[in-house]
């Protein structure tokens, strides 16, 4: 396996982490928010790659997210780790906690979310979550004082502004967890890629359902935020030491085959172009590869 982690600018500290390497990749979908940045953590060879590029400077409803996940793909990564800030739903999930997501609701309008444009491909999302990565990062949050919630759903929004106080009480009705603007996309195009995808969510604010609460605001989730990054940091890295001992046990095949029976389009009717530009992705299915 092949680690790549999806977060924010804090991660390049991680006292740990050495970075070895970087590349610019460019893809299909065009170029990735950030170059990937190849590294090592307690033994684990991993990717990271910053969601928001350096500085933080592309807001979440204009990423390019086939790129990101096409460009970790394209480099042999096989695991994700993404690594969001998240506002929370329920009293029982304060700020500082953490959720290990295990569904999403996507309520986004205006996104790619697919990379078969011109492709008749329907992969099952019914469990987005590798729940194999999920279970071994649980394990390795318990050896570290966070709290961390072992399951919730999360609920993606476009952005890049907060939900109003009717859309957050409606989606606290509507089952959500906690509240985000990335990683529902961000899961449906690993399962996409036969990626096995799992989100560690950090809990920053009650978003604005909570009415006793201080409203959202930039200044709320950055004062928390930095705790939340040396947590999360300090779960990844024990995670790196267990799957660099072999506690990953390869058996999810949920993730790793999701475009078994998944293609509709005969890849006979496939052009030159269309082989070239899919290569990536099916190359080890039958008669992808015919003439």
Known sequence: MYLGVIGGSGFYEIEKLKIKDEKQVWTPFGKPSSPLYFGQL???????????GQGHVVPPHQLNYRANIWALKSVGVTHIMSV????????NIPPGDMVLIDQF???????????YDDLAVHVSLADPICMDLANLTAQAAKTLEVNVHQGGTYVCIDGPQFSTRAESVMFKNGGASVIGMTNATE???????????CTLAMVTDFDCWLEEEENV???????TMEQNSKNA?????NLCTRISQNQLTPSCTLCSNSLDHAVMTSFQTLSKNHKE?????????????DE
């Open 42 to 52: 307690n033994g684990l060879e991993l990717v990271f790659l910053a969601r928001h």
């Open 84 to 91: 969001s800030a998240v506002g929370s739903l329920e009293e």
């Open 105 to 115: 609701i996507d309520a986004t309008r205006k996104r790619d979310l697919t990379f």
């Open 187 to 197: 899961a449906r195009l690993a399962r996409e890629a036969e990626l096995h995808f």
């Open 217 to 223: 605001s930039v200044a709320a989730v950055v004062k």
């Open 233 to 237: 940091a300090a779960i990844l890295t």
């Open 277 to 289: 530009k899919y290569q990536l992705l099916l190359k080890n299915y039958p008669g992808f590869d």
